[in-house]
């Protein structure tokens, strides 16, 4: 604990404790708290709150429209492949089919069959992408299109037709705007029926 300095004798002078004035150029004095041997406890690392998310309600302003994209995805079915629903299906804005549904369908707006789907039964939509098989009665209000793999049969009714190279219409096919008002079915014509290449 106690040093002597080089060329001093022990009689020269008293000894200095080692944290005087003379040694603080060599040693620095101890600290209380240090990191290494400290009595106190270590820090408890920071836990982040837990915070739920709670969906945010959107606020409808009087007189503004509605928002259309919410309540499509609401009411959207799907039926899957290897499934199979008969019935009635009502308030649904977009069926998409990919089994096999043998159903009617009134009020929708968009109808889709896949290239395994099967719809059988009526139909009234706003449009109709049929890339599988519809048999039945159709009636499209604005566009129907029979892509490369769709088969149509039956009554058809629509406002604009698009047919791929490879899709099979058959049946009693007219426009919307051609159905005279006392019959419920057009007489056929050889007329070519319009295109709609868009």
């Known amino acids: 604990m106690f040093q002597k ?3 001093e004798g022990e009689g020269d002078s008293p000894r200095t404790p ?9 040693t620095p004095p101890l600290k209380p708290f240090t990191r290494k041997g ?20 959107t606020v409808e ?11 499509s995805e609401t009411k959207k079915l799907t039926v899957g492949r290897d499934i199979c629903l008969s019935g009635d299906i009502t308030s649904c804005d977009k069926l998409l089919v990919e089994g096999s549904v043998q159903a009617s369908l009134s009020d929708a707006h968009i109808i889709e069959i896949a290239e395994t789907g099967f719809f059988k039964g009526s139909a ?3 449009e109709a992408d049929i890339n599988g ?3 039945g009665q159709l009636t499209v209000r604005e566009r129907l299109v029979v892509r490369s793999h ?15 190279e490879g899709g099979v219409i058959a049946g009693d096919m ?7 008002a006392d019959t419920e079915t057009a007489p056929e014509s050889d007329a070519a029926l319009p295109l709609d290449n868009g």
């Open 61 to 71: 302003i009087p007189g503004a429209p509605r928002r259309q994209q919410e309540s």
């Open 133 to 135: 098989r519809f048999e």
């Open 174 to 180: 007219a426009l919307l705007e051609d159905i005279p």
């Open 150 to 164: 769709g088969l149509v049969s039956g009554t058809v009714r629509y406002q604009r037709l698009v047919v791929e």
């Open 5 to 7: 300095k080089k060329g």
């Open 18 to 26: 080692v944290g005087s004035r003379e040694d603080d150029v060599s």
């Open 38 to 57: 400290t009595q106190m406890p270590p820090k408890a690392p920071q836990v982040p709150a837990f915070r739920t998310e709670i969906p945010r309600r």
């Open 124 to 126: 009234e939509v706003d």
